[in-house]
Nanobody
Framework: QVLLVESGGGSVQAGGSLTLSCAASGYAGSANCVAWFRQAPGKEREAVATLHTGDATPYIANTVRGRFSISQDSAKSTVTVYLQMNSLKPEDTAMYYC??????????????????????WGQGTQVIVSS
């Protein structure tokens, strides 16, 4: 099973930027789909972005497209997936989670927004955006 550890959360004013990191280990050489989700108090968990660790193909949710981006840095047995968040808004305030699953049909597009499809989750990192 993939082990995921998030970092980089914090408090920022609206319009600011943050970069979240997800250190993923335990791949045993196989590609995975690594995704970022977020959950605000009283709301459902929402998919933000995902990336295929084999070819780095990204998918970004419409709600954050143009402000958020996802990328990776691969080294030996550990992959770090980054979520770059720019032009942050108060509504971006949430707990951000990293998640991983096996690719479906060779890619990460199918059902990528379904939290139930992911079998590995990190502990989460809090992002607070003040107005």
């Amino acid at each position: 099973q993939v082990l995921l550890v998030e970092s980089g959360g914090g408090s920022v004013q609206a319009g600011g930027s943050l970069t979240l990191s997800c250190a993923a280990s335990g791949y045993a050489g196989s590609a995975n789909c690594v995704a970022w989700f977020r959950q605000a108090p009283g709301k459902e968990r929402e998919a933000v972005a995902t990336l295929h660790t084999g070819d780095a193909t990204p998918y970004i949710a419409n709600t954050v497209r143009g402000r958020f981006s996802i990328s990776q840095d691969s080294a030996k047995s550990t992959v770090t997936v980054y979520l770059q968040m720019n032009s942050l808004k108060p509504e971006d305030t949430a707990m951000y989670y990293c998640a991983a699953r096996q690719p479906m049909y060779g890619g990460c597009w199918s059902r990528w927004t379904w939290a139930s499809e992911y079998n590995s989750w990190g502990q989460g990192t809090q992002v607070i955006v003040s107005s």
